[in-house]
T-cell receptor, first 109, second 119 residues
């Protein structure tokens, strides 16, 4: 089925550990996004990529890095995880509308 | 500053009754407005959007939304609620100015409203 695939679905990290969240879409969309969702705060944009080879900061980019590996894949990296990064992370791609992945629930202890 | 407000954290409705989930916005220029729904442990799903044209927009699953320019509102409505409509609903506006990071076109989301429909 066409859509946005995120891995992993769940992850627990210790403070200071690093990890990469993976995202892939098979809809041939140019634009891809990483959001975080926190209770009572809605979704906030971390980084986005308007096309292969380009990335830009969103509203809350601190503590994160991204890579647009190719048109399909857009990864989000936490170099040194902090408890404040405990959240649910969503990847999305934009064609005529936005398509969201099912999310990665990350806990940093 | 551009913003979206959802004044209710939660809306409770009895099955079969009409439902309204409220959204107000603040943008410079003409707004592009969206509603998304999120079921538990799932990503957001598109319901409907307003770009231009008729103020009453029809979307998926029997939902509709009314754009009111004078009141800067875009309330989501459904004539008869179902228990299966219980979910988290997000209103969003397109970031025209780019103030929330990046170029124009990214979405600015409200905080979400939890809809609970009881049998």
């Amino acid at each position: 089925n066409a859509g946005v695939t995120q891995t992993p679905k769940f992850q627990v990290l210790k403070t200071g550990q690093s990890m990469t969240l993976q995202c892939a879409q098979d809809m041939n969309h140019n634009s891809m996004y990483w959001y975080r969702q926190d209770p009572g705060m809605g979704l906030r944009l971390i980084y986005y990529s308007a096309s292969e080879g380009t990335t830009d900061k969103g509203e809350v980019p601190n503590g994160y890095n991204v890579s647009r590996l190719n048109k399909r894949e857009f990864s989000l990296r936490l170099e040194s995880a902090a408890p404040s990064q405990t959240s649910v992370y969503f990847c999305a791609s934009k064609g005529e509308g936005y398509t969201f992945g099912s999310g990665t629930r990350l806990t940093v202890v | 500053a551009q913003s979206v407000a959802q004044p209710e954290d939660q809306v409770n409705v009895a099955e079969g009754n009409p439902l309204t989930v409220k959204c107000t916005y603040s943008v410079s220029g003409n707004p592009y407005l969206f509603w998304y729904v999120q079921y538990p442990n799932r990503g957001l799903q598109f319901l409907l959007k307003y770009i231009t044209g008729d103020n009453l927009v029809k979307g998926s699953y029997g939902f509709e939304a009314e754009f009111n320019k004078s009141q800067t509102s875009f309330h989501l409505k459904k004539p008869s609620a179902l228990v299966s409509d219980s979910a988290l609903y997000f209103c969003a506006v397109r970031d025209i100015s780019g103030e929330y990071g990046g170029s124009q076109g990214n979405l600015i989301f409200g905080k979400g409203t939890k809809l609970s429909v009881k049998p």
